[in-house]
């Protein structure tokens, strides 16, 4: 008996110290995570608050800023169908409006009318006249896409400053579709050194304003866009700074161009073509630099169009 109690004792005792050191591994343990986490939050903590900080050393987006630029803008395109509509009327512009916003023609359909439209020229031109017509075609659906109208469009033209001192700017209205009305003032002032007979050289210098007044039929719907083609009446007034003296003189003269114009994004207006222009000039003024006789010497003459600018 005395020998089973013992025996009992000692298992009850192993069995307590067992407990024990499992319960004191499993407190370790428990310290050593709640270390790890500790040491971990902390180095942790620098990298937030560097987010933090880097998030409030970031520019924070203005939305009222755009928003009040797309308010301003949809003001001046609803201001200008208004003026649009109080000129050519209410139905006129209606149909403007159904016209830029219709869907367009398939290609094919396109192509078979080109077609038909270079078979009226005549047998013997059709194959060119085809030609003609197709590009038309291609070039008016690429840049006559479905939307808004766009009756006024202000250009820059960019290439008068390329070597003849010429500020050139577009103002064009198109109050029914295909049909439009552009006025071009331009400015002036180009000097070039100018060989004398004795020998030696001499700046001169032509300054002055003049304009132009045109008719653009465009093959678009959407207002100045698409293919187009028109005549303009040219006019001026300039002065020429001489080695013998001041001379004054004035030209008046005609042109065609032809080329092509796209809308983007309802606003972005670009452009660009070719023409030709006869000027009169009411008194020729000697040993004109090459950029002075585009104004100063008569005659036929090329030309060309580019411009870039807003519609409204």
Same mark, same amino acid.
């Given at each position: ?36 986490? @500790?040491? /971990? $939050? *902390? ?13 409030? =050393? +970031?520019?924070? !987006? ?19 169908k ?40 005549? @047998?013997? /031109? $059709? *194959? ?13 659906? =690429? +840049?006559?896409? !479905? ?5 006024f ?32 003032p331009?400015?002036i ?41 028109? !005549? ?12 013998t003296?001041?001379?004054?003189f ?51 003459k ?11």
């Open positions: 008996m005395l020998i089973k109690k013992h025996v009992a004792v000692s298992l009850a005792l192993a069995t307590a110290f067992a407990m024990a050191s499992i319960s004191a591994s499993a407190e370790d343990e428990t310290t050593t995570s709640t270390t790890t986490k @500790k040491t /971990t $939050t *902390t180095k942790q903590q620098p990298q937030k608050a560097k987010t933090k900080q880097q998030q409030q =050393a +970031a520019p924070t !987006p203005t939305p009222d800023t755009q928003g009040k630029a797309n308010e301003a803008s949809k003001s001046l395109d609803e201001s200008a208004k003026a649009n509509e109080d000129v050519v009327g209410k139905t006129q512009q209606q149909e403007n409006e159904r016209e830029a916003q219709k869907p367009r023609p398939s290609e094919k359909t396109e192509e078979k009318e080109a077609h038909e439209s270079a078979q009226e020229v005549g @047998k013997a /031109t $059709t *194959t060119a006249a085809d030609l003609v017509a197709t590009g038309v075609a291609d070039t008016t659906r =690429a +840049a006559d896409k !479905p939307g808004r109208y766009t009756p469009a202000l250009e820059w033209n960019p290439l008068g400053l390329m070597g003849s001192g010429r500020v050139s700017l577009n103002a064009e209205w198109v109050p029914a579709t295909h049909h439009g009305i552009i006025i071009s331009h400015f002032n180009t000097s070039a050194d100018v060989a004398l007979t004795n020998g030696g050289t001499d700046n001169q210098t032509v300054t002055g304003f003049g304009g132009e007044l045109g008719y653009r039929y465009y093959t678009g719907h959407r207002g100045p866009n698409g293919v187009f083609i028109g !005549p303009s009446v040219i006019a001026g007034a300039y002065n020429a700074t001489t080695p003296g001041g001379q004054a004035a030209d008046i003269g005609l042109a065609v161009d032809v080329g092509a114009q796209f809308i983007v994004a309802d606003h972005l207006v670009i452009g660009g073509g070719v023409g030709v222009e006869y000027l009169n000039v009411s008194t020729e003024v000697p040993n004109l630099s090459s950029a002075q006789k585009q104004i100063g010497e008569g005659g036929l090329p030309r060309l169009l580019l411009e870039a600018g807003y519609g409204f």
